[in-house]
């Protein structure tokens, strides 16, 4: 798909159901997700990538507010599916591609972070930050889709650099990082 829908736009956290319900109908096995992200760690820097592990929901948002059934209880352990995860670290390796791996925190958004929330959120255990994603995994997880997310870091987290953090910043890097990324999607999307 062709980009997302953003929380922050609509207030709606399930605003991505409609369109991962289709591709599961369609017959999509698996859901491959890619992000902009700032980095809490000093050794990944903009225009890196980095495969997510695992996420820290910020929010306290679901997009399965209001879902019914069972299945809404979801089990959240391996959300990010560790066979697709060795096929994306493979297609890396692969094509001398340095992939680094954290955990990524989910803020609303859209103002970015203060530099306290990203003190804390590190505390937490964040690699990345971002306000995106988390729905979407939930969301594919709730419908039975394995996923695999990669996080393109476009800046230094709020506090960590004397660069202004903007979204200029974040469109200037993500552009930077997209040959990569496209190098790194097409080996992994080789497999399947
Ligand atoms: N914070 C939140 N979202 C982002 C950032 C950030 O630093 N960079 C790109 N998207």
């Not at 798909?1 to 017959?27: C, P, S, T």
């Not at 039975?144 to 997310?149: D, T």
């Not at 996080?151 to 910043?169: L, P, R």
């Amino acid at each position: 798909m062709q980009g997302r829908a953003h929380y922050y736009e609509h207030g709606k956290a399930n605003i991505m159901a409609v369109a991962i319900e289709v591709l599961n109908a369609i017959g999509c096995k698996s859901l491959v997700l890619t992000n902009a992200a700032g980095s809490t760690l000093e050794e990944s820097p903009p225009g890196s990538v980095m495969l997510i592990t695992d996420h820290i929901n910020m929010t306290g948002i679901s997009p399965l507010f209001g879902a019914d059934g069972n299945e809404r209880f979801v089990n959240m352990v391996n959300a990010y599916d560790p066979k697709l995860s060795n096929d994306m670290r493979e297609a890396a390796k692969a094509n001398n591609i340095t992939l680094h791996e954290g955990v990524y925190a989910w803020f609303s958004g859209p103002q970015f972070e203060t530099p306290a929330e990203i003190r804390a959120v590190t505390i937490l255990g964040a690699d990345a930050v971002g306000m995106s994603t988390v729905p979407e995994v939930i969301l594919a997880r709730h419908q039975g889709m394995p996923v695999c997310a990669l996080s393109v870091i476009t800046n230094y987290a709020a506090g960590m650099s004397e660069t202004d953090i903007s979204h200029e910043q974040t469109i200037a890097y993500a552009s930077k990082a997209a040959d990569t990324v496209e190098k790194l999607l097409n080996s992994y999307l080789k497999n399947y």
